[in-house]
């Protein structure tokens, strides 16, 4: 019906110039509702193929498929499309332009630099913009004339790359008695606006029209330098345009009214639903506040499993908050992190107390030294403090159990002043700390140490009296002699101490912690059985100490390192993992996250390095990343 009740008249010419093989390409077709007319120009070395007419044939295969105004972007996607997959040999290029009409109205794409003239009344009504260098230039400045070769130099054409990105027009009324001229580089470029409307007021029809752009075409060749190459110019005469139906158009200006207040309605509810919700959520968040402040209150106060209550009270509140929308969306956030984090430092908090009364020190410690970081980044400065104290405490206990395992050690070797002197400094440490059941426990070993002492003491001045006339001279001449070779026996002994003390030493430089350890119980065994004097002993003990020390010094060095290398493992598995993303492999990156997140959990760690992780393996989930 569209097509019977008007008049379009296409005409076209078309040269190779003095290229090898045609460059440009020009088809149209008119459909009952539409008309579709596509003119492209190759800009590759391809001698085969015509990258212009792949892009032409594309571009009205779409539009024959469905015909339509609004579709133009996909029918130049999809000749981009064919020209990307012909480049085969070579990477093929061209520019191209779309023109669709419904016989009342006309839209074109362009993509490229072929350009579309609208004449009337010998006047230009229409001047289609190129992407070209030359058209910027002219944008920035249309006083004046950019570089003719800039021309060619495009910002964009078909098989570029693989998604095109066309200009692509606004809808434009058909002018009946106007003339659409759709011309190539080498024509528009070569041929001035003037001269293109003098050669128009000087012909009677669109063939002359045609003819004579040729000839002034060609006319130029002589005093241009560069030789012309491939173009085609086509004209579209629009001597009689479909007119459309008034009823039918004050009906879609009917349904046009309705969809708008359709439209508003549907906003006023929408604006209803959201005001509701952020009358919720008004009420969610200061519920959320109070349970925050009283378990702020409690924690003031020590009372640590009230305020728990509270937390979880607030934490389950925020779960039900509505992130989806836009109302209190950052405070909403916020306030959610905030009870959950404090929720979590919390339940930290008993799994740290269990392990303090358990008396198991060393996990206590860890866990008190995270919650002393955590306890300053959610600004409780009562629970920073308790942790502090606690750890100062658990440092004492140490201290005081190693002070009592000496005191032992010296015991069962029968040292029973050094045992004695290593309890009192157990119990001047224990007595910092408050423990009554561990002080009353050391005390009972100061006095049997003492009793006994007592006893050996007495016995020994009872058999003295006894045999002190009969034994005087004998035993002086005895004592004596004994002397003498316990005096040689210590120093052996002092001398197989120390080559012992010496080896382990060197194993220790070596790296040989278990030859160390080896040498040092040895060490020990030989100084629990030791007969020489005090002062040697003391000699002795100090290098012994000094090498359980250094033996500790170095397994926990040791245990750093192997620390150290599983994080930075872990740290080599998230790079992977980052550089798997990159690639687009998300099943890789979230084995290589899931590997990190393994060494962290062997580690005990779960500071912001694992909260990363989990972070990561959420967005890859969510398929963000």
């Known amino acids: 019906m569209r097509r019977l009740n008007s008049k379009l008249d296409v005409d076209f010419i078309s040269e190779k110039g003095n290229d090898l093989s045609e460059k440009t390409y020009i088809a149209y077709t008119p459909l009952e509702n ?55 040999r070579y990477q093929l290029k061209a520019s191209i332009m779309v023109f669709v009409t419904d016989y009342t109205r006309m839209r074109y794409g362009v993509c490229g630099n072929t350009k579309l003239y609208g004449i009337f009344g010998n006047l230009f009504i229409l001047s289609s913009k190129t992407q070209t260098i030359y058209q910027q230039r002219l944008d920035e400045d249309a006083s004046k004339e950019p570089d003719v070769s ?24 058909l002018t009946e008695g106007s003339v659409l001229l759709f011309a190539t580089s080498n024509m528009w470029g070569r041929i001035s606006g003037i001269e293109i409307l003098d050669a128009y007021e000087n012909t009677k029809t669109n063939e002359e029209f045609l003819d004579s752009l040729q000839e002034l075409l060609l006319s130029l060749q002589g005093h241009d330098p560069q030789k012309i190459g491939s173009f085609t110019a086509a004209t579209l005469s629009v001597e009689k345009v479909f007119q459309e139906d008034v009823q039918k158009e004050k009906k879609k200006k009917r349904i046009i009214l309705f969809i708008i207040i359709g439209f508003f309605v549907i906003l006023l509810v929408l604006c209803i639903v959201f005001l509701s919700i952020r009358a919720m959520d008004r009420k969610k968040i200061k519920e959320i506040k109070e349970y925050d402040k009283k378990g702020v209150q409690y924690v003031d106060y020590g009372n640590y499993t009230k305020a728990l209550e509270k937390y979880e009270l607030a934490d389950t509140l925020a779960d039900k908050l509505s992130l989806s929308n836009w109302q209190y969306i950052n405070e909403k956030k916020e306030l959610s992190e905030t009870v959950s984090g404090r929720k979590d430092l919390l339940v930290l908090l008993q799994d740290a107390e269990a392990a303090y009364e358990g008396k198991n020190y060393e996990q206590a410690k860890k866990l008190y030294t995270q919650i002393q970081k955590e306890a300053v980044y959610q600004e409780l400065g009562y629970i920073e403090s308790d942790a502090s104290q606690k750890l100062e405490e658990i440092k004492l206990y140490l201290e005081a159990s190693q002070c009592d395992a000496l005191g032992d050690m010296y015991a069962s070797a029968g040292e029973y002043n050094d045992a004695i002197s290593q309890y009192e400094k157990a119990l001047e440490l224990l007595k910092k700390t408050g423990s009554i059941d561990k002080q009353a426990e050391i005390q009972a070993k100061i006095f049997d140490i003492r009793s006994k002492q007592k006893e050996a003491k007495a016995a020994k001045e009872e058999e003295k009296k006894a045999k002190e006339e009969e034994k005087k001279a004998a035993e002086e001449e005895k004592k004596a002699k004994a002397e003498e070779k316990k005096q040689k026996a210590a120093d052996k002994e002092i001398i197989q101490m120390n080559i ?18 080896k040498l040092y119980k040895e060490v020990l065994a030989k100084y629990k059985g030791f007969s020489g004097s005090a002062e040697d002993a003391d000699k002795v003990y100090a290098d012994i100490v000094a090498l359980g020390q250094a033996i500790i010094e170095a397994e926990a060095k040791a245990l750093e390192d192997a620390e150290q290398e599983r994080l930075k493992l872990a740290s080599k598995y998230i790079l992977q993992a980052r550089e798997a993303i990159r690639d687009d492999d998300k099943k890789k990156a979230v084995k290589f996250y899931e590997k990190a997140l393994d060494i962290y959990k062997e580690l005990d760690i779960w500071d912001e390095r694992t909260e990363e992780v989990y972070d990561a393996l959420d967005e890859l989930e969510n398929g963000e990343g």
């Not at 003119?39 to 070395?45: F, G, H, Q, R, V």
């Not at 800039?150 to 964009?156: D, L, Q, R, V």
């Not at 382990?504 to 160390?516: D, P, Q, T, V």
């Open 150 to 173: 800039e021309i060619h130099n495009m910002t964009s054409y078909l098989g570029k790359e693989r998604q095109a990105r066309p200009f692509i027009s606004k809808k434009i009324k």
């Open 34 to 88: 539409y008309m579709c007319i596509a003119i492209a120009e190759s800009y590759d070395n391809e001698t085969e193929e015509n990258s212009a007419r792949i892009a032409v044939e594309a571009a009205l295969a779409a539009f024959e498929r469905k015909p339509s105004l609004k579709r133009i972007p996909e029918y130049i996607q999809y000749a981009n499309q064919q020209v990307f997959m012909h480049s085969t």
């Open 500 to 517: 012992l003390i010496a080896s382990a030493n060197k194993a220790l430089e070596e790296g040989r912690i278990a030859r160390a350890k």
